[in-house]
């Protein structure tokens, strides 16, 4: 079993940063990728970044692209999403996941950490 646990999210004024991370532990996760996602009051989780474990291949989000980067370290089984350039509609629970495959349901989810993105 993967446990995966984020960290880094806060209160930060519009067009600060933050940088978000995701610890895996329990078993050394060698699966195929880890992503973020994001839950708006009162909205659907939504897909925020993706990279590939291995190759480090990212996708993003429209709504975040140019201002989010997402990045790995394998040593420490370990990912971060960089936040730039905040905005009040990026205010979201932020969820970590993980699955061991390609083009199957994230099967690891974390327990979320609060953006708050003030004006």
């Known amino acids: 079993q993967v446990q995966l646990v984020e960290s880094g999210g806060g209160l930060v004024q519009a067009g600060g940063s933050l940088r978000l991370s995701c610890a895996a532990s329990?078993?050394?996760?060698?699966?195929?990728?880890m992503a973020w996602f994001r839950q708006a009051p009162g909205k659907e989780r939504e897909f925020v970044a993706r990279?590939?474990?291995?190759?480090?291949?990212?996708s993003y989000a429209d709504s975040v692209k140019g201002r989010f980067a997402i990045s790995a370290d394998n040593a420490k089984n370990t990912v971060y999403l960089q936040m730039n350039s905040l905005k009040f509609e990026d205010t979201a629970v932020y969820y970590c996941?993980?699955?061991?495959?390609?083009?199957?349901?994230?099967?690891?989810w974390g327990q979320g950490t609060q953006v708050t993105v003030s004006t």
């Open positions: 996941a993980a699955r061991r495959y390609a083009f199957v349901s994230w099967e690891y």
């Open positions: 329990g078993r050394t996760f060698s699966g195929h990728s």
């Open positions: 990279i590939t474990w291995s190759g480090g291949s990212t």
